[in-house]
């Protein structure tokens, strides 16, 4: 992708340069120089308007979660809060596989090992709690709390409910990104969603309930995508 040097805000040059050099060379591409160069910056840069890499690197991840939360606010509503919340995972697990680096970075899981010189600090780079994530995880602690309301699943806390959805997803994505489903025909079908399924039986959905939720999620979210590639749908 070439650089907009129309952005007249420097900030956001070196995050948009930032996001193309992890999506086309990985993390070790992520040096001052290369991202100032990338931004037609002068090397200085970073350091004038972030202070260094570390706060960069923390808008950068930022700049991914309101990414995420625009993918999720586009998602339809609905009146079955399963279907919606299979369908936030299925567009969760789209995002990171078209974002890899960016997600890793998201959730720091290789801030210290790789970004940042930082390495050993007593607080880490990523805190998780930053504006961007709050408005990101907002959707689903919003879909946790239809689920309850709806009387879908037993009566439980929805934040409890949101924290074991978020730690299964993100369990499931960081593995597939690892390459550990390389051997499944379709990570999604075959994992992700039956994994939705067996969460909200946990909690107290009836099953054939939950498996024709998850089922018109599949249904929903392979139409859209067909859609967007300019695939006919089948009729």
């Known amino acids: 992708m070439t650089p907009d040097v129309s952005l007249s805000d420097p900030r956001t040059r070196l995050v948009e ?25 002068s090397t200085m840069g970073v350091y004038t308007h972030f202070g260094g890499v570390p706060e960069l690197l923390q808008a950068v991840a930022d700049e991914g979660f309101s990414r995420q939360a625009l993918v999720f606010g586009r998602l339809p509503l609905t009146d079955d809060p399963m279907v919606d919340l299979c369908a936030m995972a299925l567009a969760c697990h ?46 689903l602690l919003q879909g946790c709390t239809r689920l309850v309301n709806a009387k879908c699943v037993r009566k439980a806390d929805p934040d409890f409910i949101a924290l074991q959805f978020w730690s299964a997803l993100h369990g499931f994505i960081m593995l597939d990104l690892a390459g550990h489903f390389a051997h499944t025909a379709s990570p999604s079908a075959d994992v992700l969603v039956p994994m939705c399924v067996n969460l909200v039986v946990g909690l107290g959905a009836k099953r054939d309930k939950a498996e024709s939720s998850a089922a ?13 590639n300019g695939k006919p749908r089948n009729k």
Do not use: C
């Open 17 to 41: 340069a930032t996001i193309r050099l992890l999506a086309r060379s990985g993390p070790s591409e992520v040096k001052a120089r290369s991202v100032s160069s990338e931004a037609k910056l």
């Open 94 to 139: 789209d995002f990171a596989r078209r974002n890899p680096h960016l997600y890793d970075l998201m959730f720091g899981l290789s801030i210290h090992g790789r970004y940042s010189p930082s390495r050993g600090t007593a607080e880490p780079i990523l805190s998780g709690q930053s504006a961007s994530f709050r408005t990101a995880y907002a959707f």
């Open 216 to 228: 018109s999620a599949q249904a929903m979210w392979t139409a859209n995508q067909s859609s967007k």
